[in-house]
């Protein structure tokens, strides 16, 4: 089995940061992409960042210029560091990595518990 655990949310004035990191762990073989969505009440799911085992990064246009994503390949973490927080990005962001647990299986997309993030004077 594959566990994904985020960590870092909370509450957060508009203008300020927080960073999110998020571990995977369990049988790993190998990652693919790993990435961040959020979703917040009432809304759909939605593409934070993503990025690649070779390193290229994607950001969803309301967060380009705020948001970075990284990834330590050794530990297989990745983080989201979010500067200049708005109150519309308040929502519960999603850790999320395609994994192959082993070499004979394929890739396949495990999610996280979900961290809440409140931005918010």
């Known amino acids: 089995q594959v566990h994904l655990v985020e960590s870092g949310g909370g509450l957060v004035q508009p203008g300020g940061s927080l960073r999110l990191p998020c571990a995977a762990s369990?049988?790993?073989?190998?990652?693919?992409?790993m990435g961040w969505y959020r979703q917040a009440p009432g809304k759909q799911r939605e593409l934070v960042a993503t990025?690649?085992?070779?390193?290229?990064?994607n950001y969803a246009d309301s967060v380009k210029g705020r948001f970075t994503i990284s990834r330590d390949y050794a530990k297989n973490t990745v983080f989201l560091q979010m500067n200049s927080l708005k109150p519309e990005d308040t929502a519960v962001y999603y850790c999320?990595?395609?994994?192959?647990?082993?070499?004979?299986?394929?890739?396949?997309?495990?999610w996280g518990q979900g961290t809440q993030v409140t931005v918010s004077s």
């Open positions: 999320n990595a395609d994994v192959k647990r082993l070499p004979m299986l394929p890739l396949r997309g495990y």
């Open positions: 369990g049988t790993i073989f190998s990652i693919n992409a």
């Open positions: 990025i690649t085992s070779g390193g290229s990064t």
